[in-house]
């Protein structure tokens, strides 16, 4: 019999178990979707863990960074006072708020380095310290007590502390001088292990008291000496932080983190010290708290001043996991009860057409895809929102706070409850101006960003780049979204590279960077300025080419260049191209810089100017140039005084018969005018070699410790009766008296020939001429003759001294003034600067050696123009030369004395000899062949005691002066002077 057929309103066969098998297969979807949702819950709990044990290593860096971040200025301040007192101290620590902006840390201090023999001293210093107190520290010991080489004493301690004040960091019979010694050796910042601090060193190791110190060495220098001898001889003590481990950990880490994470830190170093390892462990905070065994584990190195610490994170044992989120949650629940629904919309829709069941399968589909629509895009919101790096806000455009991520409670501090309730009024600084302009931005633009300075929960500040922007959220009210970022260490590294900048922009040296091509990436202000770029100059496209002319571009790419990427630097000597077209020479030094993988990051150059260096080198050469040229000078002064001698002789016979010739005849005769003439010619011929005895130091000059201003004041007076009316003269001359050592009349002279000099220099005679007399720093006399005459060019310049150069016309100057000048100073231990320049005028400084007032020096006998008449007493005339001596007993017998002459010193002496009462007087020559003068003078003294004798001679010097008062000669004088001195000085020999 054949099957019944299925009713209409059951399902046909093959449909009566699809409702089953829908329900099954939303069960089998929804346990799924719970698989996965577990499996994503661990992922998350994997990300929350690496991102809090992230959050917790970078703080702990962070934090032990701003206590390391204290001792340079701890350090500069310790450095730049010789001797802090309390209340220097006590300012210092109050301005930078120690215990306020740096949680955890449990003291600072500054230590003195005290040598057994200062202990006295500075034991008084201490108790004499009133500045905070007004007792001072009568009690004040070094503990502990006891004799020490040196002692390292802690002096300043904040919070005050007695049991640290005054402690000896180098108790024997504690290890803290290794860490000590260790600074003042390294000159940089040196941690300890794990160790007690002094104030607990008769304690056993507890968490509670477990303790780190950062230690630094003070100078009297800014910056430690480069030796590390040096270094721990100049050491004057130590600055220092310390802080307790369990209190850092509890100020770095929040109640969650505490809570949830295991953290193990030692110390790498102290193993192999012997010291205790463990910084810290979890245990600390809850007793018998470990770590998970089969939980997520990170392994961190953290460096600590000079010392590296392990950092162990996990999760504590028994830690609950995050719950399940309610979204996940009702998601699956919402599956399991779609599953019911569908498998019974299924049983009801079989039963319905065909029709109907495709419109419920199609209904289905698309509130699935719906609800896998709102799933993703609700997940995507909370995924970025909760784990975005930066810190994250809903807010209202009135300034509350309606949610925040994790990021931003770490940021300010405080849970999410705690932010909300701070709003905008409690996040942002009042003070801050620029909150207004970047809400009204944001008012008009929809968004807006900037920079706000921020406050945490805790009550520091910060600052932070902002941005926000409006929307208008579910529910339809104005919302804003504000991501906010710490940019602290951002402006601390931009202030450091400012820093860094402007140091390398004040060093005079060239200073460049290049990428690996060779392109330059940064030049510094004073290779800008060579390479004539300015400051905003962009430097594309530029290289080392356009920095050194060909050659040298050859020797960097082809030597320069290898040999740094090879070694690492290469020095030597090349020049910059500068923009004027000056090569300059420098010493230059290219290094090579790799990244952490060797790879060739940049190429950088230090170029210094070598200018100087040449230029000493010059000086050098034009020094050696000088002593050449000053030898050549004394040739021809040796040459000029053996010429002037001779001429001596005849400017003798010469003056001496024309005024003879002159005195025969009546005033009114005509031969007068040309006898007075050639009479004025040779006493100028006088003068002339007057000077060139003087140029070749022929002359005896009779130096005496004198004040310079009236010499010079009788010189000017002498000048100012002579210079014409368009020249003017003005004397400025120190009132403090100067004494020098000097000739009067040579001092005199140089006046004369320097001021002479200054007025032909002056443009027909029109100008003024300065005389100016003052003290120099160096302990000198500076005389001074300035005009504004037309100057000299550097070829003149170098010449102005040399004889018998002149730029007169012929006729019109000898070329010996400035000559005799150069000779008179420098014969008195002076020396001669000049400055002029064409159209600019010249200065000349006359610079001699100040002296203290001692006993003068013999005078040379100075012409004279009375000539007293003898009474006929008889003279003995000695001369080898005829013409002189016809001249001289001319003269003589005019005078009125009876005159003998003989041609040589041996018949001089005879003649004594024959008759000894005959003669009253002898004048002999000196330079005569066979017996001098002075030999004749000898004999004379043997032969005839008591008889006067004369010298006469063409030069006379300091030698012949001396020799001849030794034998008692009663004078000596030159041949040029015979007409005017001859009958005074035969006058005062016969006076005895």
Same mark, same amino acid.
């Given at each position: 019999?054949?099957?019944?057929?299925?009713?209409?309103?059951?399902?046909?066969?093959?449909?009566?178990?699809?409702?089953?098998?829908?329900?099954?297969?939303?069960?089998?979807?929804?346990?799924?979707?719970?698989?996965?949702?577990?499996?994503?819950?661990?992922?998350?709990?994997? @990300?929350?863990?690496?991102?809090?044990?992230?959050?917790?290593?970078?703080?702990?860096?962070?934090?032990?960074?701003?206590?390391?971040?204290?001792?340079?200025?701890?350090?500069?301040?310790?450095?730049?006072?010789?001797?802090?007192?309390?209340?220097?101290?006590?300012?210092?620590?109050?301005?930078?708020?120690?215990?306020?902006?740096?949680?955890?840390?449990?003291?600072?201090?500054?230590?003195?380095?005290?040598?057994?023999?200062?202990?006295?001293?500075?034991?008084?210093?201490?108790?004499?310290?009133?500045?905070?107190?007004?007792?001072?520290?009568?009690?004040?010991?070094?503990?502990?007590?006891?004799?020490?080489?040196?002692?390292?004493?802690?002096?300043?301690?904040?919070?005050?502390?007695?049991? @640290?004040?005054?402690?000896?960091?180098?108790?024997?019979?504690?290890?803290?001088?290794?860490?000590?010694?260790?600074?003042?050796?390294?000159?940089?910042?040196?941690?300890?292990?794990?160790?007690?601090?002094?104030?607990?060193?008769?304690?056993?190791?507890?968490?509670?008291?477990?303790?780190?110190?950062?230690?630094?060495?003070?100078?009297?220098?800014?910056?430690?000496?480069?030796?590390?001898?040096?270094?721990?001889?100049?050491?004057?003590?130590?600055?220092?932080?310390?802080?307790?481990?369990?209190?850092?950990?509890?100020?770095?880490?929040?109640?969650?983190?505490?809570?949830?994470?295991?953290?193990?830190?030692?110390?790498?170093?102290?193993?192999?010290?012997?010291?205790?390892?463990?910084?810290?462990?979890?245990?600390?905070?809850?007793?018998?708290?470990?770590?998970?065994?089969?939980?997520?584990?990170?392994?961190?190195?953290?460096?600590?001043?000079?010392?590296?610490?392990?950092?162990?994170?996990?999760?504590?044992?028994?830690?609950?996991?995050?719950?399940?989120?309610?979204?996940?949650?009702?998601?699956?629940?919402?599956?399991?009860?779609?599953?019911?629904?569908?498998?019974?919309?299924?049983?009801?829709?079989?039963?319905?057409?065909?029709?109907?069941?495709?419109?419920?399968?199609?209904? @289905?589909?698309?509130?699935?895809?719906?609800?896998?629509?709102?799933?993703?895009?609700?997940?995507?919101?909370?995924?970025?929102?909760?784990?975005?790096?930066?810190?994250?806000?809903?807010?209202?455009?009135?300034?509350?706070?309606?949610?925040?991520?994790?990021?931003?409670?770490?940021?300010?501090?405080?849970?999410?409850?705690?932010?909300?309730?701070?709003?905008?009024?409690?996040?942002?600084?009042?003070?801050?101006?620029?909150?207004?302009?970047?809400?009204?931005?944001?008012?008009?633009?929809?968004?807006?960003?900037?920079?706000?300075?921020?406050?945490?929960?805790?009550?520091?500040?910060?600052?932070?780049?902002?941005?926000?922007?409006?929307?208008?959220?579910?529910?339809?009210?104005?919302?804003?979204?504000?991501?906010?970022?710490?940019?602290?260490?951002?402006?601390?590294?931009?202030?450091?590279?400012?820093?860094?900048?402007?140091?390398?922009?004040?060093?005079?040296?060239?200073?460049?960077?290049?990428?690996?091509?060779?392109?330059?990436?940064?030049?510094?202000?004073?290779?800008?300025?060579?390479?004539?770029?300015?400051?905003?100059?962009?430097?594309?496209?530029?290289?080392?080419?356009?920095?050194?002319?060909?050659?040298?571009?050859?020797?960097?790419?082809?030597?320069?260049?290898?040999?740094?990427?090879?070694?690492?630097?290469?020095?030597?000597?090349?020049?910059?191209?500068?923009?004027?077209?000056?090569?300059?020479?420098?010493?230059?030094?290219?290094?090579?810089?790799?990244?952490?993988?060797?790879?060739?990051?940049?190429?950088?150059?230090?170029?210094?100017?070598?200018?100087?260096?040449?230029?000493?080198?010059?000086?050098?050469?034009?020094?050696?140039?000088?002593?050449?040229?000053?030898?050549?000078?004394?040739?021809?002064?040796?040459?000029?005084?053996?010429?002037?001698?001779?001429?001596?002789?005849?400017?003798?016979?010469?003056?001496?018969?024309?005024?003879?010739?002159?005195?025969?005849?009546?005033?009114?005769?005509?031969?007068?005018?040309?006898?007075?003439?050639?009479?004025?010619?040779?006493?100028?011929?006088?003068?002339?070699?007057?000077?060139?005895?003087?140029?070749?130091?022929?002359?005896?000059?009779?130096?005496?410790?004198?004040?310079?201003?009236?010499?010079?004041?009788?010189?000017?007076?002498?000048?100012?009766?002579?210079?014409?009316?368009?020249?003017?003269?003005?004397?400025?001359?120190?009132?403090?008296?100067?004494?020098?050592?000097?000739?009067?009349?040579?001092?005199?002279?140089?006046?004369?020939?320097?001021?002479?000099?200054?007025?032909?220099?002056?443009?027909?005679?029109?100008?003024?001429?300065?005389?100016?007399?003052?003290?120099?720093?160096?302990?000198?006399?500076?005389?001074?003759?300035?005009?504004?005459?037309?100057?000299?060019?550097?070829?003149?310049?170098?010449?102005?001294?040399?004889?018998?150069?002149?730029?007169?016309?012929?006729?019109?100057?000898?070329?010996?003034?400035?000559?005799?000048?150069?000779?008179?100073?420098?014969?008195?231990?002076?020396?001669?600067?000049?400055?002029?320049?064409?159209?600019?005028? @010249?200065?000349?400084?006359?610079?001699?050696?100040?002296?203290?007032?001692?006993?003068?020096?013999?005078?040379?006998?100075?012409?004279?123009?009375?000539?007293?008449?003898?009474?006929?007493?008889?003279?003995?005339?000695?001369?080898?030369?005829?013409?002189?001596?016809?001249?001289?007993?001319?003269?003589?017998?005019?005078?009125?004395?009876?005159?003998?002459?003989?041609?040589?010193?041996?018949?001089?002496?005879?003649?004594?000899?024959?008759?000894?009462?005959?003669?009253?007087?002898?004048?002999?020559?000196?330079?005569?062949?066979?017996?001098?003068?002075?030999?004749?003078?000898?004999?004379?003294?043997?032969?005839?005691?008591?008889?006067?004798?004369?010298?006469?001679?063409?030069?006379?010097?300091?030698?012949?002066?001396?020799?001849?008062?030794?034998?008692?000669?009663?004078?000596?004088?030159?041949?040029?002077?015979?007409?005017?001195?001859?009958?005074?000085?035969?006058?005062?020999?016969?006076?005895?």
């Amino acid at each position: 019999m054949p099957a019944a057929a299925p009713t209409a309103t059951e399902p046909p066969v093959a449909l009566r178990w699809l409702a089953p098998a829908v329900l099954a297969a939303g069960l089998a979807i929804t346990a799924g979707l719970a698989l996965w949702s577990w499996q994503r819950e661990a992922a998350e709990q994997r @990300t929350r863990f690496e991102r809090n044990a992230e959050r917790v290593v970078q703080a702990l860096g962070n934090r032990v960074q701003s206590y390391i971040d204290t001792l340079p200025g701890l350090r500069a301040f310790a450095a730049n006072r010789a001797d802090i007192d309390d209340a220097a101290f006590a300012r210092y620590v109050d301005t930078l708020s120690l215990e306020r902006r740096f949680p955890g840390l449990a003291l600072t201090f500054v230590a003195d380095r005290v040598r057994g023999e200062e202990r006295a001293a500075y034991l008084h210093g201490v108790r004499s310290d009133r500045s905070r107190r007004a007792g001072g520290h009568p009690d004040f010991e070094i503990r502990p007590p006891g004799a020490r080489p040196e002692h390292m004493v802690i002096r300043h301690v904040q919070p005050e502390d007695h049991a @640290t004040f005054g402690y000896d960091l180098f108790d024997p019979d504690q290890r803290y001088r290794i860490e000590v010694d260790a600074a003042l050796r390294g000159g940089g910042y040196v941690a300890t292990a794990p160790l007690l601090l002094a104030r607990d060193r008769d304690g056993t190791m507890a968490p509670a008291l477990t303790s780190v110190v950062i230690r630094a060495a003070t100078y009297a220098t800014p910056l430690p000496p480069a030796d590390e001898a040096e270094r721990l001889r100049s050491a004057d003590g130590v600055v220092g932080v310390a802080f307790r481990t369990l209190e850092l950990l509890r100020s770095v880490m929040t109640s969650e983190q505490q809570q949830w994470l295991h953290l193990h830190i030692s110390d790498a170093h102290a193993p192999a010290e012997g010291r205790p390892a463990l910084v810290f462990d979890s245990s600390w905070l809850a007793a018998g708290a470990t770590r998970a065994a089969a939980g997520p584990l990170q392994s961190v190195t953290l460096p600590v001043a000079d010392r590296r610490w392990e950092v162990e994170i996990g999760v504590r044992s028994g830690a609950v996991p995050a719950p399940v989120d309610a979204a996940s949650a009702l998601a699956m629940l919402l599956g399991v009860l779609l599953s019911g629904t569908l498998a019974a919309i299924t049983h009801v829709l079989v039963r319905a057409n065909a029709r109907e069941a495709r419109k419920v399968h199609e209904a @289905t589909a698309r509130l699935q895809a719906e609800t896998r629509s709102l799933h993703e895009s609700e997940q995507r919101f909370r995924m970025l929102f909760e784990h975005s790096m930066d810190a994250v806000l809903r807010t209202r455009p009135d300034g509350t706070v309606l949610a925040a991520n994790a990021a931003a409670c770490a940021l300010f501090r405080c849970n999410e409850e705690r932010l909300c309730a701070l709003g905008r009024t409690g996040l942002v600084d009042r003070d801050d101006a620029r909150l207004g302009p970047l809400l009204a931005a944001r008012e008009r633009d929809g968004r807006a960003s900037g920079q706000l300075h921020l406050r945490r929960a805790d009550g520091s500040s910060f600052e932070a780049e902002v941005s926000t922007t409006l929307y208008t959220d579910a529910d339809g009210l104005p919302s804003a979204s504000m991501i906010v970022r710490d940019v602290t260490e951002r402006e601390r590294a931009a202030a450091q590279q400012a820093e860094l900048t402007a140091i390398l922009d004040a060093t005079p040296d060239f200073v460049a960077s290049a990428d690996r091509q060779g392109r330059i990436t940064f030049l510094n202000r004073a290779a800008r300025r060579m390479l004539g770029l300015g400051e905003q100059d962009e430097l594309g496209g530029i290289t080392f080419a356009h920095c050194h002319p060909p050659w040298a571009v050859r020797t960097v790419l082809e030597v320069g260049v290898p040999a740094a990427t090879r070694n690492g630097v290469w020095a030597g000597q090349l020049a910059i191209a500068c923009a004027d077209g000056r090569e300059l020479p420098v010493s230059q030094v290219i290094v090579c810089l790799r990244d952490a993988g060797g790879k060739v990051v940049r190429l950088s150059t230090i170029a210094r100017d070598l200018s100087p260096v040449h230029a000493a080198q010059a000086q050098q050469r034009a020094l050696e140039a000088r002593l050449q040229e000053a030898q050549k000078m004394e040739s021809i002064g040796t040459l000029a005084g053996g010429v002037a001698h001779d001429f001596n002789n005849v400017l003798a016979v010469i003056l001496g018969n024309l005024a003879i010739a002159r005195e025969d005849l009546a005033e009114a005769h005509d031969v007068q005018r040309p006898l007075a003439l050639a009479q004025q010619a040779a006493a100028r011929a006088r003068a002339l070699v007057q000077q060139i005895l003087a140029f070749s130091r022929r002359l005896p000059q009779q130096r005496e410790v004198q004040a310079l201003a009236p010499l010079v004041e009788e010189a000017v007076a002498m000048l100012r009766s002579t210079l014409p009316a368009s020249a003017t003269l003005h004397a400025q001359l120190e009132a403090e008296p100067l004494l020098v050592e000097v000739d009067a009349n040579q001092i005199q002279q140089v006046v004369l020939n320097l001021c002479t000099n200054a007025l032909q220099a002056l443009p027909a005679h029109l100008g003024s001429i300065r005389v100016e007399l003052q003290r120099t720093r160096e302990g000198q006399a500076r005389l001074s003759v300035i005009d504004d005459g037309s100057g000299m060019d550097e070829a003149t310049r170098a010449r102005i001294f040399e004889p018998f150069f002149t730029t007169k016309p012929v006729g019109q100057g000898t070329g010996l003034g400035l000559a005799v000048v150069h000779g008179i100073v420098t014969d008195s231990g002076g020396r001669i600067v000049v400055d002029s320049a064409p159209g600019r005028g @010249t200065r000349v400084d006359v610079l001699l050696p100040l002296r203290e007032a001692v006993a003068g020096a013999p005078q040379v006998a100075a012409p004279a123009h009375a000539r007293p008449v003898g009474r006929g007493e008889h003279i003995l005339l000695a001369d080898d030369d005829e013409v002189v001596g016809l001249t001289t007993e001319a003269l003589l017998q005019r005078a009125g004395y009876k005159v003998t002459r003989v041609s040589s010193g041996l018949a001089a002496v005879e003649a004594v000899r024959e008759a000894r009462d005959r003669y009253a007087l002898v004048i002999t020559d000196y330079n005569m062949p066979g017996l001098s003068g002075l030999g004749v003078a000898e004999h004379l003294a043997a032969a005839a005691p008591g008889l006067p004798v004369l010298i006469t001679s063409g030069y006379v010097t300091e030698e012949l002066i001396a020799r001849a008062r030794a034998l008692g000669v009663r004078g000596v004088m030159l041949k040029e002077h015979s007409l005017e001195r001859m009958a005074v000085l035969v006058r005062e020999a016969l006076a005895g």
